[in-house]
């Protein structure tokens, strides 16, 4: 696909994010349309295959500077000595940590995530360490999160939310799960503002990530699905209505690096 066709115009991304874009059976994994069911098994799938090296290829990939976007989407979020927050589609634990030194030893980070095999690789981390008593595991699925109502001060999804097969419905739990005057923070990737910028980035995105994913990895399938979810996901003016109408309120967001990431801010 050439470059210059990898972004959808505004007509195509206003029909990826009206209330009902497809059929309820229906998903999209990257850009191929599939039942929803199976978007589910194939993420699976594809975690299982990267969890190994996924921290490793994040900081190559991202030359780490995505440590720099979550330690300021943390601190933005606001949190208190003693908060409860629950980190959806945790992985490997890097937001939790930041999380957990923030919330003090009073707090309670919960890492929420449905894939085993990431909540394994994250467990060295924290495991014998300071944080350990700070940092709950829980294997799960965002679109139903098995946690009370109303029972954390915060809540944060870090590159994850693209995922889940119902956005909307992951957010809607997060909504209801955080006490009212809780805080939301979901940083994900997007669309690079300046247009020269973004031509280079689509040329890393869609040739040499796939080639490294496929060297270091063993799968450039799994380092394709990544830059195509990025482009269906939704841009952040669109992201913030979707947050909106699921009931969050006080909505702002802020680009880092040109717009590589973002990340967005709410109020229950």
């Not at 500077?65 to 208190?80: F, N, P, T």
């Not at 008593?133 to 679109?143: L, P």
Request: aromatic share 10%.
């Amino acid at each position: 696909m050439p470059l210059n066709k990898i972004w959808l115009d505004d007509q195509e991304r206003r029909r990826q994010v009206e209330p009902a874009p497809m059929p309820s059976d229906k998903a999209f994994f990257g850009f191929e349309r599939i039942h929803a069911r199976e978007k589910s098994e194939r993420v699976l799938q594809h975690f299982n295959s990267v969890a190994h090296v996924y921290d490793f290829m994040n900081s190559l990939l991202s030359f780490g500077i995505h440590h720099a976007w979550k330690r300021a989407s943390v601190r933005a979020l606001g949190l208190r000595p003693g908060d409860r927050v629950l980190d959806v589609c945790g992985g490997t634990g890097d937001l939790a940590i930041l999380a957990a030194r923030q919330v003090g030893a009073g707090g309670r980070v919960v890492v929420y995530d449905i894939n085993r095999a990431m909540i394994d690789a994250g467990l060295p981390k924290v495991r014998g360490g300071p944080l350990e008593n700070r940092i709950r595991h829980v294997q799960g699925d965002a679109e139903q999160i098995a946690l009370p109502d109303k029972s954390f001060e915060a809540a944060m999804v870090g590159f994850g939310i693209r995922n889940v097969t119902r956005m909307r419905q992951g957010f809607a739990e997060m909504h209801r799960v955080l006490k009212p005057g809780g805080r939301l923070m979901c940083l994900e990737f997007s669309r690079p503002v300046w247009p020269v910028f973004r031509w280079l980035y689509d040329a890393y995105s869609f040739y040499a990530m796939p080639f490294m994913g496929d060297l270091i990895a063993g799968s450039r399938k799994a380092y394709m699905h990544l830059p195509e979810s990025i482009r269906m996901f939704p841009l952040p003016d669109e992201l913030a209505e979707i947050l909106r109408g699921v009931g969050f309120s006080r909505v702002e967001y802020r680009r880092f690096t040109n717009g590589i990431a973002v990340a967005h801010l709410a109020v229950k």
